[in-house]
């Protein structure tokens, strides 16, 4: 864990203009920066920044939050990810709260000494490709050969390894790397008297994480040697575990998130064909079975997956599996397959920009079409096999976590076979019950008894707020601005009269006086954390919230913090707007008053609604006097709204 003095560090001397400028081209506009929203395509600049607030604000996807958050957006990053790319990029040296064991101090020098070799590496075979002899004559020509221009080659930072034995290691060593070392990495193989290097005399596809560092590599042979296989990988290690790595996510990750949609292909030169074709989402598991790691990779960026297979591919029913996969995440999958003799990099090379895009578009096919047209063509008129094909298709519609969907497929799939929905559906409760059993699942006292409640995800962070929200997300916004600030409040029931109080302390006073806590659980959970720190210390520090590692409390206290009017500098063209905090007494007491005058109105329309049931005389009796003392208030709260107003 980085400790909270670095991360405070990291803050205080980070720059949101500084880092965000990195990422894309601000102008300055008045006191603050303006620029194009990297989330969305628009021609009108919305995307703003505040180097006094230290936020940023994009009007256009409602994103916004603090420097971190930036970086967790644009590149993905987790929070300790974005800490640490900030702590590089600022010279900060990162303290953690406790001193790590020696076996994690090993473990770290090790991965860390792993990353500055595959760095060093990919850095050789570059220049190996650019500025030798042998690398221009066989892996330039190579890849020119292959249709490769320079812009898709230095994108992907392509390289070439000599064809002597050991050409690379002995390099390396000279420049101070162990033999250790560069076995552990993979990268020289053989031992320590004839070391050799692993990928000689292969063109080189360096292979980056999310992030961008180089983890590994892929090598294809350009010479045709019955004995050695075509394509070689760098073996597991601390850092490459091909199972959680994707070829060219670190490339397609801006294209993925404002597209929305991920393309998967099977290997290096179908990405970087479809690249070059401005097929800019697209990455590839480099041959291995997809796995639910590399598919979470791709959720982190979209919930839309389209999958491109080769016409003539034998892989095709393996790819069921992988389907299915998607769909246990909770992904939306799409199926492509090519005209036979194609591959997506063969594909790419016969057709325009265009033509690729207008394919991809036209021959999308959902999973369950795609399913059924495999399998039906394989069942033919074979009872058994129908059945088995039925089957198989309501297996993977049971995958499926959100209820809504599998029902929408289940009637989609009883079109295509021709087969009632309710025999489906008891097909369907038939899967569903051997995945729970599958999986040593134990049901709640409410599935038990046949009851279902649809819940909606906890990964989104995302709400719906109805009016009790909307005032509350209101008063908070007014605290959080203006929280700590004194004014004059009229006395609510003598005539100019007034008192001197902060804005959270009147709005403490009043939902204190009325035991009332705010509907939205998220905002309550914010309320409550400044009442606390503002009890303490007496002040408000916006700074700590902008700085939260939940970005969604980032996110939301920057909207806050950034309002409208500044986007577009209205008094600058001699335009006046009217603020709150010109009449903040007034407004505040405004609030408060609408959201009083909600609740008791919401306790009134409960209490009708008791009335309407059978009651005891008695109980009929109290609920008609809380009626009438409800309705008092009501007409109080109105009359003071009245005046307020």
């Known amino acids: 864990m980085i400790s909270r003095k670095t991360i405070d560090e990291i803050f205080s001397t980070a720059r949101?203009?500084?880092?965000?400028?990195?990422?894309?081209?601000?102008?300055?506009?008045?006191?603050?920066?303006?620029?194009?929203?990297?989330?969305?395509?628009?021609?009108?600049?919305?995307?703003?920044?505040?180097?006094?607030?230290?936020?940023?604000?994009?009007?256009?996807?409602?994103?916004?939050?603090?420097?971190?958050?930036?970086?967790?957006?644009?590149?993905?990053?987790?929070?300790?990810?974005?800490?640490?790319?900030?702590?590089?990029r600022y010279n900060i040296e990162i303290e953690e709260d406790r001193e790590r064991t020696e076996e994690e101090v090993a473990q770290f020098k090790e991965k860390e000494n792993q990353y500055v070799l595959t760095t060093f590496a990919a850095d050789y075979f570059k220049k190996q490709l650019h500025e030798t002899e042998e690398g221009k004559t066989i892996g330039l020509s190579y890849f020119k050969e292959r249709g490769f221009n320079n812009e898709t080659?230095?994108?992907?930072?392509?390289?070439?390894?000599?064809?002597?034995?050991?050409?690379?290691?002995?390099?390396?060593?000279?420049?101070?790397?162990?033999?250790?070392?560069?076995?552990?990495?993979?990268?020289?193989?053989?031992?320590?008297?004839?070391?050799?290097?692993?990928?000689?005399?292969?063109?080189?596809?360096?292979?980056?994480?999310?992030?961008?560092?180089?983890?590994?590599?892929?090598?294809?042979?350009?010479?045709?040697?019955?004995?050695?296989?075509?394509?070689?990988?760098?073996?597991?290690?601390?850092?490459?575990?091909?199972?959680?790595?994707?070829?060219?996510?670190?490339?397609?990750?801006?294209?993925?998130?404002?597209?929305?949609?991920?393309?998967?292909?099977?290997?290096?030169?179908?990405?970087?064909?479809?690249?070059?074709?401005?097929?800019?989402?697209?990455?590839?598991?480099?041959?291995?079975?997809?796995?639910?790691?590399?598919?979470?990779?791709?959720?982190?960026?979209?919930?839309?997956?389209?999958?491109?297979?080769?016409?003539?591919?034998?892989?095709?029913?393996?790819?069921?599996?992988?389907?299915?996969?998607?769909?246990?995440?909770?992904?939306?999958?799409?199926?492509?397959?090519?005209?036979?003799?194609?591959?997506?990099?063969?594909?790419?090379?016969?057709?325009?920009?265009?033509?690729?895009?207008?394919?991809?578009?036209?021959?999308?096919?959902?999973?369950?079409?795609?399913?059924?047209?495999?399998?039906?063509?394989?069942?033919?008129?074979?009872?058994?096999?129908?059945?088995?094909?039925?089957?198989?298709?309501?297996?993977?519609?049971?995958?499926?976590?959100?209820?809504?969907q599998q029902e929408i497929y289940v009637r989609e799939?009883?079109?295509?076979?021709?087969?009632?929905?309710?025999?489906?559906?008891?097909?369907?409760?038939?899967?569903?019950?051997?995945?729970?059993?599958?999986?040593?699942?134990k049901p709640t006292k409410e599935e038990s008894e046949g009851k279902v409640t649809l819940q909606k995800s906890t990964e989104t962070h995302d709400f719906s707020i109805d009016r009790f929200g909307k005032l509350e997300e209101d008063i908070l916004q007014s605290i959080i601005k203006y929280g700590d600030k004194k004014y004059e409040f009229p006395h609510p029931t003598l005539k100019n009269k007034f008192y001197e109080s902060t804005v959270l302390e009147e709005v403490i006073t009043q939902l204190e006086e009325d035991k009332i806590i705010f509907s939205v659980p998220f905002y309550n959970k914010i309320y409550t954390d400044l009442k606390s720190e503002f009890i303490q210390q007496q002040n408000i520090d916006t700074a700590s919230l902008i700085q939260h590692p939940d970005e969604k409390i980032s996110k939301i206290v920057s909207d806050f913090l950034f309002e409208k009017y500044e986007l577009s500098n209205w008094e600058r063209q001699g335009m006046v707007t009217p603020k709150k905090e010109d009449n903040m007494a007034k407004h505040i007491q405004e609030l408060l008053l609408n959201y009083k005058r909600l609740i008791v109105i919401k306790m009134i329309n409960q209490a009708k609604e008791e009335i309407s049931k059978e009651l005891e005389p008695y109980e009929r009796l109290n609920v008609l006097e809380n009626i009438m003392k409800l309705k008092k208030v009501l007409s109080n709260l109105e009359q003071i709204l009245g005046r307020v107003v």
Not at 68 to 84: I, K, N, W
Not at 257 to 280: A, N
Not at 430 to 436: D, R, T
């Open 16 to 88: 949101v203009e500084e880092v965000i400028g990195d990422f894309i081209q601000l102008k300055k506009s008045g006191s603050n920066y303006k620029g194009f929203s990297p989330f969305s395509n628009e021609k009108t600049p919305s995307f703003m920044v505040s180097p006094a607030k230290q936020i940023w604000k994009d009007f256009s996807s409602g994103k916004g939050g603090s420097v971190v958050s930036f970086l967790m957006e644009h590149e993905q990053f987790t929070y300790p990810e974005a800490l640490t790319w900030l702590a590089k």
């Open 153 to 404: 080659i230095q994108h992907f930072d392509l390289g070439y390894s000599p064809e002597a034995w050991d050409a690379f290691t002995s390099y390396a060593m000279q420049k101070g790397y162990s033999y250790e070392l560069l076995k552990e990495t993979g990268l020289t193989v053989g031992n320590p008297e004839r070391p050799v290097d692993r990928f000689r005399e292969r063109v080189i596809f360096p292979i980056h994480s999310f992030s961008g560092r180089v983890l590994g590599f892929g090598g294809r042979i350009l010479k045709n040697q019955v004995k050695t296989a075509k394509y070689l990988n760098s073996p597991e290690n601390e850092i490459y575990h091909k199972s959680k790595i994707l070829y060219g996510i670190f490339q397609a990750k801006q294209e993925i998130l404002k597209k929305d949609e991920c393309i998967l292909v099977e290997g290096y030169t179908d990405v970087l064909s479809l690249y070059q074709s401005g097929v800019e989402n697209v990455v590839a598991s480099s041959g291995t079975a997809l796995t639910p790691e590399q598919i979470r990779l791709i959720k982190r960026l979209t919930n839309n997956i389209i999958l491109i297979y080769d016409g003539d591919s034998a892989g095709i029913k393996a790819s069921f599996r992988g389907i299915d996969l998607i769909l246990e995440q909770e992904l939306n999958v799409k199926v492509i397959v090519l005209p036979d003799g194609d591959d997506p990099d063969s594909f790419a090379k016969k057709h325009s920009d265009t033509e690729i895009q207008d394919f991809i578009k036209k021959n999308a096919t959902d999973f369950i079409k795609f399913k059924i047209k495999i399998l039906k063509d394989d069942a033919g008129n074979d009872p058994i096999k129908k059945a088995e094909m039925i089957s198989g298709v309501v297996e993977s519609i049971a995958l499926i976590p959100n209820i809504i």
């Open 413 to 441: 799939a009883s079109n295509l076979l021709d087969v009632r929905e309710e025999t489906l559906f008891r097909q369907l409760e038939i899967e569903k019950l051997a995945n729970k059993k599958k999986f040593n699942y």
